[in-house]
């Protein structure tokens, strides 16, 4: 059984304003749930418990100065619609919980961290604070958690039952999944939800030493403060400190500059971005398909792979569409992706099915923000042509779609879409969560998905001091049909997309074959 120990309360090192913060409709529109992100290292010497702790400490609470707002808490506004968060006074603290003792070392880390919990209870609409973890299979070892809780108290997450877990082999109970439960029962139903967590992982030796050690970190922030280049910013930043150097870059933290002009006129903005997407034919909901199993693949592309995916996107590119410039490898690969769900998932030729992308608007708008602007700058947007075009047609098809709607983001776009959502009285009927079996906002699984792109993200290097991570990747995929596209590095280095992938345990084994088969 997993228990609390103690826990790590960090504040910031010096005080910081006092003051409610401004979040912006763009913040508090999509998910609000925390996205946790796992770092895992490999270090050959011995590693001093207690010396990690403490540099986490110290590092974190210097890193809060600067980034003072993810010290704080987020507070529930008017009805549903808005949220603004407290910085400073008491409000704000960060949780530092680590789990030793594990078996992290032994296994291919390419497996590490594929999550396993598949589903909630039906009609389960909150994390139970009070349960246990327990009954489950776990690695050995504790975790050292909530001080305020006494030693040896059960960890404060759901209760799931064995039922509610598929595993393909022990390496996949690892840290991913702790680190998933930590941050989703940190923020559900909470009127005052802490804005992060931090967990730390390794594998001991004795008398608090980590003898040819595995450290690992994870993460959970917030993500109705930080899309995911604020949380990289952050996490380097907190890095550079741990090490002993100055801090450079550092955030705007002004986010009023995106409450644009009040007296932006209502326009005749297209909705279609926010329309529920679409169902199964013959279907009038999609309680079914939220509760079907299922199961996370980590799916590898080489270097070869890809340029083999990008040459057949742009093999008919000059005669089948308009554009000059070369679908890219996240466009060509996404198209692939979406191409072997829909025969996968065996749809009807007539199935509209939806795709569904995060784009960045940073510099996007006139003028772009400023370069270490630090919110949320992510707009979600979707195109739906039916399953029967995208499995008939050549890739360039699809590849198109992708283009057209990812390059209608625009200055307009943005700002008609910031007064479409300014006028709404109710933000939450568009908000989405991280959590596999909700049925609580939108469902983007079958017969549609969506896939981020996190080729561009700054998300390695991140060295505390025991050396730079050997892998990195999302804590946990949310739900049917989501995706994220990584860059990586093979174990002898060559470049290679890494892409968890959330699948109906159904279908995935037929979509492994179509993705590699079909390449």
């Not at 974190?60 to 808005?82: H, V």
């Not at 003792?101 to 009070?130: C, H, I, Q």
């Amino acid at each position: 059984m997993v228990t609390l120990k103690a826990s790590y309360m960090v504040k910031p090192a010096k005080e910081t304003p006092t003051r409610l913060m401004y979040l912006s409709e763009y913040d508090q529109f999509d998910t609000i749930t925390h996205s946790p992100t796992v770092y895992f290292y490999q270090h050959s010497g011995e590693l001093i418990l207690n010396a990690i702790i403490h540099t986490l400490k110290d590092s974190l609470s210097k890193a809060l100065i600067m980034f003072y707002p993810l010290a704080g808490r987020l507070a529930r506004g008017r009805l549903q619609y808005g949220h603004s968060m407290k910085c400073g006074g008491k409000s704000g603290k960060w949780s530092i919980l680590y789990w030793k003792d594990s078996s992290l070392a032994d296994s291919n880390r390419m497996n590490w961290v594929v999550p396993v919990l598949t589903k909630e209870p039906a009609g389960s609409n909150k994390m139970n604070n009070n349960a246990h973890v327990s009954n489950v299979d776990k690695p050995k070892g504790f975790i050292e958690a909530e001080s305020s809780q006494k030693p040896g108290a059960p960890l404060g997450v759901s209760q799931p039952s064995q039922a509610q877990f598929h595993s393909t082999g022990q390496e996949q109970y690892r840290f991913g999944r702790l680190a998933g439960q930590i941050a989703r029962a940190s923020v559900e139903s909470s009127s005052q939800a802490p804005v992060g967590e931090v967990c730390s992982c390794s594998r001991c030796g004795q008398r608090g030493h980590a003898s040819g050690s595995c450290p690992c970190l994870g993460l959970g922030i917030s993500h109705i403060l930080v899309d995911g280049e604020c949380a990289a910013h952050f996490i380097c930043k907190w890095a550079r400190i741990a090490h002993g150097k100055k801090p450079e870059n550092f955030p705007f933290l002004d986010r009023t500059i995106l409450q644009l002009e009040d007296s932006l006129p209502k326009t005749s903005f297209d909705i279609s971005d926010f329309n529920p997407p679409p169902l199964l034919i013959g279907h009038s909901n999609n309680t079914e398909e939220r509760n079907k199993k299922t199961v996370v693949a980590m799916l590898k592309l080489n270097k070869e792979q890809i340029n083999k995916s990008k040459n057949k996107a742009n093999e008919y590119r000059n005669s089948d569409t308009s554009t000059n410039r070369a679908f890219t490898r996240y466009e060509s690969v996404t198209a692939h992706m979406w191409r072997c769900a829909c025969k996968a998932r065996q749809h009807e030729s007539k199935q509209l099915t939806n795709i569904r992308i995060p784009v960045n608007f940073r510099n996007r708008l006139q003028p772009p923000l400023p370069k270490w602007y630090f919110g949320c700058t992510v707009l979600p947007i979707v195109t739906t042509p039916t399953s029967g075009d995208i499995v008939s047609k050549p890739l360039s098809y699809t590849a198109k779609k992708l283009r057209e709607v990812i390059e209608k983001v625009t200055d307009k776009y943005i700002r008609s879409c910031f007064v479409f959502l300014k006028n709404e009285p109710d933000l939450s009927k568009f908000r989405y969560f991280h959590i596999v079996g909700s049925n609580q906002g939108p469902f983007y699984g079958n017969p549609n998905i969506c896939i981020t792109d996190w080729t561009r993200l700054p998300l390695y290097g991140v060295d505390f001091g025991w050396g730079k991570e050997i892998y990195m990747v999302p804590g946990a995929i949310g739900y049917d049909g989501k995706a994220s596209i990584l860059p990586g590095h093979d174990e002898d280095g060559s470049f290679l997309f890494l892409i968890p992938w959330r699948l109906q345990e159904t279908h995935m084994d037929a979509f492994k074959k179509f993705f590699y088969n079909d390449i």
